[in-house]
């Protein structure tokens, strides 16, 4: 298995990735009821002001994630990439782990403007510690956390093996129970985990997968309701977003053909998905399906 490293240097260059320091660790506000509050209008314009910028232009929706900390596991590509893009773009600072996609998260990285990139192999409990370790190292704390980081395999129940399972589980339920344990100690106080559709509705071919994905929205529910009211535990459950490269056009149609809505949706439906899961304040304990009713049928 391949040693997990840190890193906040430029996987191919060696040159540092961050373009910007991260925003030292703020302490969380707390407004009269003990909620945490958000910073408003008037603070994001001092902070402006202190950091010798224009204010920024009054938009409608204001951007609310200034001054947040994600990490978002697998983002270096497709559906990771789109919400560590949502987040980014929203102000938030956002830790883009990656495991293989090297080249392609340090050309996400080059284009944000806060950001801190960390390889790590998430099936093993050393890969989730050296994730947690650079977020403390270099942040200091953390808000969200997204468990998007997932291995899929498709492929008859009876050829499965003890491998099959115990890759399945160990990247795709055990690591994200690890990373939310760790990140506690960091602070967090929302969580994303990336399910799936096939967590509820079963399918044929998918046992291993689908079994790990429900395991997943399980703990979601079990953690919104342990963990409340300091860390929010919420999931999205995407339908179809982006096809495995090897779905063949018949079984991509066929896919379509049982989607109310009579099309796939896009790796960015599901990263305002979770953006919308981290800002409503009120929410836990939600899966959230973002599957154009495919699991209603
Ligand atoms: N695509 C869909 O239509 C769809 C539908 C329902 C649910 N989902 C869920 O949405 C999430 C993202 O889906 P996707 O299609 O974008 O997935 P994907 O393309 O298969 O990407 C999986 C991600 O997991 C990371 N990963 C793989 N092995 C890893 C390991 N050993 N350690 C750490 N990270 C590892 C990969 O990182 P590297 O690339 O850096 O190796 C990659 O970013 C998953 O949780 C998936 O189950 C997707």
Redesign the pocket.
Known sequence: ??AARASSADPSTGAPLQQAPIPAAAPPQRRADGRFGRAGLATALRRAARRGCAPPVVASPPVKLDDKIAVV??????????IAEELAAAGATVVL??????V??AQLASQLERSLVV?????TAA?CRTLLEAVRKHCGRLDLLV??????QRGPFAYETDDTWN?ML???LV?PARLIRGALGLGVSSVVN?????ARVPWKHHAA?AAS?AGLAHLTACLALELAPAVRVNA?????????DDFSAGERAAIVRRIPLER??Q?SD?ARAVRYLFEEEYLTGVILPV?GGAGLA
């Open positions: 298995m391949q596991t697998g983002a270096g590509r497709r559906v990771g990439r789109a782990h990656y495991h293989g996609s090297r392609e998260v390889k790590a192999d998430l099936r890969g468990n998007n980081a997932a291995g899929y890759q160990a990247l795709n690591a990336i399910v799936d559709v096939a997968y994905k999205v459950a995407p339908g179809t977003v982006a096809f495995p796939v949706g790796p599901v599957d």
